[in-house]
T-cell receptor
Framework: DSGVTQTPKHLITATGQRVTLRCSPRSGDLSVYWYQQSLDQGLQFLIQYYNGEERAKGNILERFSAQQFPDLHSELNLSSLELGDSALYFC??????????????FGEGSRLTVL | QQPVQSPQAVILREGEDAVINCSSS?????VHWYRQKHGEAPVFLMILLKGGEQMRHEKISASFNEKKQQSSLYLTASQLSYSGTYFCGTGHRDNYGQNFVFGPGTRLSVLP
């Protein structure tokens, strides 16, 4: 158990819909990262938050947005969903906010299926 | 800038050795290695920091060549449990809060 909690574990929805994925980081970790992993593909970096503020942004679509709340949990919002958005979405947390000097702890992921 | 990993895939017999390489076009401050089994979350193996020593995790070790901006993961006397996809992740010193990116992965299959 990494200590990172993601909900829901599975989500099936239709094209054009909007979903919210939730992540609770490990106790004490200030950084939250979001990654998208399509079937048998690598981990595509979406966005990072550190202590409530956006710290870095990767290849995140404009239809996607995220935020980190004062209690440090984070939400990833995906809207106007397309078939290609079907993927496993991982959240990871770290005590470190920069330069990648801290280990990333991954949640079990939220598997999104868009029909 | 996503790091490059090689090879893309490796098939080994139990007890054989393997090397997985990771390189970046940007100066590296840190390199992480993770292993992911199918359908599971990536699991941390080790981290190498600029100026740090070679790290070990059981029979897996890694090195970090700062000048060449490369890291290598060495799997010695591989076990069936080593099967999975190995990702290197890189952190860069020139950007505070640089997005921490992963390479495309190397799929390792260890056969009995």
């Amino acid at each position: 158990d990494s200590g990172v909690t993601q909900t829901p574990k599975h989500l099936i929805t239709a094209t054009g819909q909007r979903v919210t994925l939730r992540c609770s980081p490990r106790s004490g970790d200030l950084s939250v990262y979001w990654y998208q992993q399509s079937l048998d593909q690598g981990l595509q970096f979406l966005i990072q938050y550190y202590n409530g503020e956006e710290r870095a942004k990767g290849n995140i679509l404009e239809r996607f947005s995220a935020q980190q709340f004062p209690d440090l949990h984070s939400e990833l919002n995906l809207s106007s969903l397309e078939l290609g958005d079907s993927a496993l979405y991982f959240c990871a947390s770290s005590a470190d906010g920069s330069r990648g000097t801290g280990e990333l702890f991954f949640g079990e992921g939220s598997r999104l299926t868009v029909l | 800038q996503q790091p490059v990993q090689s090879p893309q895939a490796v098939i080994l017999r139990e007890g054989e050795d393997a090397v997985i390489n990771c390189s970046s076009s940007k100066a590296l401050y840190s390199v992480h290695w993770y292993r992911q089994k199918h359908g599971e979350a990536p699991v941390f193996l080790m981290i190498l920091l600029k100026g740090g020593e070679q790290m070990r995790h059981e029979k897996i070790s890694a090195s970090f060549n700062e000048k060449k901006q490369q890291s290598s993961l060495y799997l010695t006397a591989s076990q069936l449990s080593y099967s999975g996809t190995y990702f290197c992740g890189t952190g860069h010193r020139d950007n505070y809060g640089q997005n921490f990116v992963f390479g495309p992965g190397t799929r390792l299959s260890v056969l009995p």
